[in-house]
């Protein structure tokens, strides 16, 4: 089974410039997550896609981020204008069952990542 | 604030020796799952230990959970060279969003 993919894997772009990420969850996987870490902090949540519908964006630093999930199958994070503090690494997770309230949270799955700078 | 936050910050070692890591956070989780990222790729999903469960093994991983406390270790025995890596720990919550620290850097030395 085809893990989680992510392209490009490295992009170098100038302040101004728009950049757009793509995430290839695992397939069948409902629940689609956008997570970033820029350099020497942690690793932040973005936003929750289930399906094609967001879930929760609460992690989304502004509106020059843009995200969509079209037919719920693979995902784009687009930046636009991008600024230097955008850089950082932008990871993609996918996990199976529907989102809702639980008990246990299901495990997600990375993929390896958008290196991102932007000069 | 409801990340873990994991300690040391960073831990280097021999190899064949044991490597422990702890993870410290504030409310009231479900579950705490632990991650490992090599350099330069995606993050590794490890173990998940639920909030009523006080240890967990996997292979050479093993893991304790103290509700208590608040805390979670993460201990990695007959360590590798492979294992160099950074280690996160993320508190589960009602949510399906984590929540991760700023992770422990593991040097392993052959």
């Known amino acids: 089974e085809a893990g989680v993919t992510q392209f490009p894997s490295h992009s170098v772009i100038e302040k101004g410039q728009t950049v757009t990420l793509r995430c290839d969850p695992i397939s069948g996987h409902d629940n689609l997550y956008w997570y970033r870490r820029v350099m020497g902090k942690e690793i932040k949540f973005l936003l929750h896609?289930?399906?094609?519908?967001?879930?929760?964006e609460s992690g989304m630093p502004n509106n020059r981020f843009l995200a969509e999930r079209t037919g719920g199958t693979y995902s784009t994070l687009k930046v636009q204008p991008a600024e230097l503090e955008d850089s950082g690494v932008y990871f993609c997770a996918s996990s199976q069952s529907p989102a809702g309230p639980r008990v246990i949270t299901d495990t997600q799955y990375f993929g390896p990542g958008t290196r991102l700078t932007v000069l | 604030s409801q990340q873990g936050e994991e300690d040391p910050q960073a831990l280097s070692i021999q190899e064949g020796e044991n490597a422990t890591m702890n993870c410290s956070y504030k409310?009231?989780?479900?579950?705490l799952q632990w991650y490992r990222q090599n350099s330069g790729r995606g993050l590794v999903h490890l173990i998940l230990?639920?909030?009523?469960?006080r240890e967990k093994h996997s292979g050479r991983l093993r893991v304790t959970l103290d509700t208590s406390k608040k805390s979670s270790s993460l201990l990695i025995t007959a360590s590798r060279a492979a294992d160099t890596a950074s280690y996160f720990c993320a508190p589960g919550y009602n949510t399906d969003k984590l929540i991760f620290g700023t992770g422990t850097r593991l040097q392993v030395f052959p």
């Open positions: 409310t009231s989780i479900n579950n």
């Open positions: 896609f289930v399906k094609e519908s967001k879930q929760d």
């Open positions: 230990i639920r909030s009523n469960e």
